[in-house]
């Protein structure tokens, strides 16, 4: 996506909603990343079982198959795991845990970005230089391997003891310092394209100080493309956690995600107990596909010259 995609955005955010009933795909992207969420939020009212309660697991009840396959036990509508767990009720849980890791990490990435985007953009000079450098560089690097990275190094610097709690604040830091500087790039365009029009020129001409321009009247303007950046950005944010607990450096089976949960279950896939690693990986690519298809729609309705 080009940077001239996310700053000649037109359609004012007022008329989305008309917009958004004329086009079918949005509203079935919007209502089943709607209903997700919701279940995830809800987990703890909605679910069977509370997946993350060694007390409420019995092995007794491990590897039953889906509620329709012989064999089956009616409490388990899509079957147990290994430990005896639901696997609807894990699946509950682990988009809960999902969901917050890309929620809160493009919003670190976003808070980063847009920062480094305004002072760089509004700046110019050798400031904008090695901003947009330091960038460059990090964006000839993988996502993922970034992430990887910082995941090791504070998996190194932490006691043993403090892994698994505190799994959840490095994967969000790993995922968020990895994609900042998307963010940057768009907001430091954007910045120096409204930093030349009559207003910001009429505001210093008045003697407004240079803060209170960048953040009073220079951000408001620029929040559109971080909305759409961060809504695709968010599909990736999960996919991210996922392909991390997959690897094993992310949450730790105790405190599955949809990734733990498909790495987990990939070790029964051949020995016939499918249904542990296919439903999270459904539902891993259902969530992902109907976020990204709603940030698909977002930003064709706010650029009409995309359509």
């Known amino acids: 996506m080009s940077e001239a995609s996310y700053t000649t955005l037109e359609t004012r955010p007022g008329t989305l909603w008309p917009l958004f009933r004329r086009s079918p795909l949005a509203i079935a992207a919007a209502t089943v990343t709607l209903l997700m969420v919701l279940g995830a939020i809800l987990a703890p009212l909605i679910a069977p079982q509370n997946p993350f309660d060694p007390a409420a697991l019995d092995l007794a009840n ?13 409490r388990f509508l899509l079957g147990s795991d290994d430990q005896g767990r639901d696997v609807l009720s894990a699946l509950l849980y682990g988009s809960r845990i999902s969901l917050l890791v890309g929620v809160a990490a493009v919003l670190f990435a976003a808070v ?11 700046a110019g000079g050798w400031v904008d230089t090695l901003a947009m450098r330091l960038a460059d ?26 892994h698994d709690a505190m799994a959840i604040y490095v994967l969000i830091f790993s995922i968020g310092i990895a994609d900042w500087p998307q963010y940057a ?7 120096a394209v409204q930093k030349t029009l009559g207003y910001v020129s009429a505001a210093r001409v008045m003697g407004v100080p240079a803060p209170v321009i960048v953040l009073r009247h220079i951000l408001p303007n620029v ?12 599909a990736l944010a999960i996919i991210a956690e996922a392909t991390l607990s997959f690897l094993g450096v992310g949450m730790p089976p105790t405190a599955p995600s949809l990734g733990t949960l498909i790495r987990v279950g990939n ?5 016939g107990e499918w249904w542990i690693t296919l439903f999270p990986s459904l539902t891993l690519v259902v969530l992902a596909l109907a976020v990204n298809m709603l940030g698909d729609w977002l930003r064709d309705a706010l650029n009409p010259k995309l359509k």
Not at 113 to 120: F, H, I, K, Q
Not at 185 to 191: G, K, L, P, Y
């Open 137 to 162: 560089v990090q964006l000839t690097i993988p996502s993922i391997l970034i992430a990887l990275m910082i995941d090791g190094l504070a998996r190194a610097a932490l006691p043993m003891a403090a």
């Open 112 to 122: 980063i970005g847009v920062a480094v985007g305004l002072v760089a953009g509004y």
């Open 62 to 74: 491990a590897l039953f198959p889906p509620s329709w396959v012989a064999g089956s036990d009616p």
């Open 185 to 191: 790039r768009i907001v430091r365009t954007a910045t």
């Open 267 to 271: 070790n029964f896939l051949f020995s």
């Open 223 to 234: 929040l559109t493309s971080v909305l759409v950046l961060g809504t695709l950005g968010l």
